[in-house]
């Protein structure tokens, strides 16, 4: 082999090398997703004042915006938004886990498990809320709760934290969901449980009956102690991990048109958003995808001081809004996620990342 080949060949096994270890940066072992349910700009925007210009979510330096539409409405409700995350396309408003036709689609909670990754799912609310729900069931209707906790056991997902204990062990029909979990190899605590002395790798944990208090009603900082307490549990799975965690009131809070119920909720999600951050920092092959599913109340933000921490904000409505929201992401595959998009390919986005195998 002559000087010249040789060259060639040394160039050739760099170039080689060099996009191998791109691919291999770009494909995270584990996915974090979160959803700032109501989450607009104006709501992070008011985060920032309350943190004198300051958020976590500052953090981020790949950003791009969903549109938030759904099938059958320019503004969607939370169920068609995060069914739009959960199965990678659009549907009517109100439905969890269906396309628009009303056909179930396999989720990614469902595709997650499919391919040997342990799931979770974190949130504010009761878990069979809309936007939880969307991950787990297969309905026709967002409010049928008592139908929805009846796909959890059969689901495979394997940390659950959240209210909404009584949709299982409360029922009309007099089924006793939690003898069904604890049948089905889960163990099952409720709000009388201190959640950090959980060990179990399969586990629900109920913190109400319904729904979680606000902040300031006193929750503390249970969101990021369930959220670091899911990643803990799922990331003894060395196939990895794919965790939804959700701040729920958010969205409650502008539906109430409160400017401080929002910030509080805002708040609170953007310290969880902290401690995942710093946990996928040090673990570098996580993806954190943080977004929402639309924007509630239409806030505008008309005066303010950083200085002082004060806000003037009003809401031009009590329902949701149809304006873009933004996405906010780190780590391996961050890249994909600049720019303007449909809703449906955050689903797209985190398959084709991942390599996920889809099974229908």
């Known amino acids: 082999m002559n000087f010249k080949s040789i060259i060639s ?21 584990n996915v974090i997703l979160m959803i700032g349910d109501g989450m607009g700009l104006a709501q992070i925007c008011a985060g920032m004042v309350y943190r004198q210009g300051d958020l976590n979510l500052a953090r981020f330096k790949k950003i791009g915006f969903i549109k ?17 995350f959960s199965i990678g396309k659009k ?8 396309d628009s ?12 498990e499919n391919n040997k990754k342990s799931t979770g799912i974190v949130v504010t609310c009761t878990v069979t809320h809309a936007t939880p729900a969307s991950f787990i069931a297969h309905v026709e209707n967002r409010n049928h ?17 959240g209210g909404g204990m009584a949709y299982f062990n409360k029922r009309k029909d007099k089924k006793n969901l939690i003898d069904t979990l604890l049948k089905s190899g889960y163990d099952v605590f409720d709000s009388t449980n201190d959640i950090n002395t959980i060990n179990s790798t399969k586990f629900y944990k109920f913190t109400n009956n319904y729904h979680l208090p606000k902040m ?15 990643i803990e549990t799922l990331n003894k799975n060395k196939n990895g991990f794919f965790l939804m965690i959700e701040g729920s009131q958010i969205d409650w809070g502008s539906h ?3 400017l401080s119920y929002t910030v509080n909720e805002m708040l609170d999600f953007d310290n969880t958003i902290g401690r995942v951050l710093d946990w996928a920092v040090k673990d570098g092959n996580t993806l954190v995808i943080v977004t929402a599913d ?36 780190f780590g391996p595959g961050s890249d994909e996620f600049s720019g303007i998009y449909e809703n449906t390919a955050i689903f797209h986005k985190i398959i084709n990342l991942t390599g996920y195998k889809c099974f229908k």
């Open 256 to 258: 109430d048109t409160s």
């Open 216 to 230: 300031s009603e006193g929750r503390g900082n249970y969101s990021e102690i369930a959220s670091l307490k899911a």
């Open 9 to 29: 060949f040394i160039f050739l096994f760099l170039a080689v090398n060099e996009l191998a270890f791109s691919q291999k940066q770009t494909k995270p072992k």
């Open 101 to 112: 036709l009303k056909h179930a689609q396999e989720t990614l909670i469902e595709i997650a």
């Open 68 to 84: 938030t539409y759904s099938s059958d409405n320019y503004v969607t409700d939370s169920a068609a938004g995060a069914t739009a």
């Open 294 to 329: 639309h924007e509630t109340g239409g806030l505008t933000l008309v005066d303010g001081s950083l200085k002082d921490k004060k806000l003037t904000g009003k809401f031009s409505t009590t329902e949701h809004t149809g304006i873009m929201v933004p996405v906010f992401a």
């Open 91 to 98: 549907t009517y408003n109100g439905a969890v886990g269906l």
């Open 145 to 161: 709760y008592f139908d929805i906790a009846s796909y959890y056991p059969n689901s495979g997902v394997d940390v659950v934290i």
